[in-house]
């Protein structure tokens, strides 16, 4: 029976694994990646870290974080269907405790025994630990992140000030970010590059490097970090190069922020994007780096 419900949810589609936070009113984390990666016909099984009514951006977002055990709970269910063994992309993001983390590091390894003959799935880790000069996550969560994810991570989603709190480095410009994404020797996606009146978000991996700069927005709705993520990992479940990946998974939040900025809407327009999701936007420009 287990067999056949992993069957029928699979049923030709690509499928995630995102451990990260669920907020009903705000078009964030986790669940706000489970509808950007179902325009583009990928299955997902969320996770949450925390049930939250609202973005802390917000004021008191409500509700509470999900007990470590409980975590557990369900990621043993979802095993119990064979779903890990039919996973082809893992997506982590916010925790709220260090026992979270060990639980989402044990999923990772467990997803990984279980698809030690194929080629996926891609462990993509932003590692959510703060922005604007400081940490917005307990330190010892920020430890653990650090401990437990990122040795675990095919590719690292760290924003500009995350990866100078991972590597120690001056992240002052696109040559430093990335000698300091390269330090970190696997694969890194960085996103808040400053470039003056534009923004860049940068893919390194060890053979080349690219950019993609776009306008800067005066404002920007929260969640632009968790959907660049998830659009990139879709990139490549869809074959896309890094450089053709980067161009798109830009290209969407970066259409997905002028959206929400010509309808004065104050949450990222994601379904309502739909199709424009998977252009490349013309205000985009690719560039390379090495």
């Known amino acids: 029976m287990a067999h056949e419900a992993a069957r029928l949810i699979r ?13 009903a009113a705000s078009h964030v984390g986790g669940t706000a990646q489970a509808s950007a990666l179902s325009i583009f016909e990928i299955d997902s099984m969320v996770v949450p870290t925390v049930l939250y009514g609202r973005h802390p951006g917000w004021g008191a977002p ?8 409980t975590l557990e709970g369900m990621l043993a269910g979802i095993e119990a269907n064979r779903l890990l063994a ?9 925790f709220a405790s260090p026992e979270q983390v060990k639980v989402a590091a044990r999923a990772i390894d467990s997803v990984r025994r279980l698809n030690a003959k194929s080629a996926r799935p891609v462990v ?9 000069g ?16 990122v040795p675990r991570a095919d590719i690292l989603a760290p924003n500009a000030w995350e990866l100078s709190h ?3 480095a001056d992240i002052a410009a696109p040559q430093a970010a990335l000698a300091a994404a390269r330090s970190l020797g696997k694969p890194v996606l960085v996103s808040s590059i400053d470039c003056g009146a534009e923004i860049g978000v ?4 060890l053979s080349e490097a690219w950019m993609a700069v776009h306008p800067r927005a005066p404002s920007a709705p929260k969640g632009t970090g968790d959907l660049l993520t998830a659009l990139f990992g879709a990139a490549l479940l869809d074959g896309l190069t890094g450089s053709d990946a980067l161009a798109r998974a830009v290209g969407g939040v970066a259409a997905s922020v002028a959206a929400a900025q010509a309808s004065s809407a104050a949450e990222l327009p994601i379904i309502g994007m739909g199709q424009r999701l998977k252009t490349t936007s013309p205000s985009v420009r690719l560039e390379r780096l090495a």
């Open 86 to 94: 039919e996973t082809d992309l893992v997506l982590t993001g916010y």
């Open 124 to 132: 993509i880790v932003d590692p959510t630990l703060g922005d604007a």
């Open 202 to 205: 940068i893919y390194a991996d």
């Open 166 to 168: 991972l590597t120690g």
């Open 62 to 69: 409500g509700g509470a974080r999900v007990a470590h055990e």
């Open 134 to 149: 400081k940490l917005y996550v307990p330190p010892e969560v920020a430890t653990a992140v650090i401990e437990e994810l």
């Open 11 to 23: 049923a030709g589609m690509p499928l995630a694994l995102i451990i990260s936070n669920h907020v």
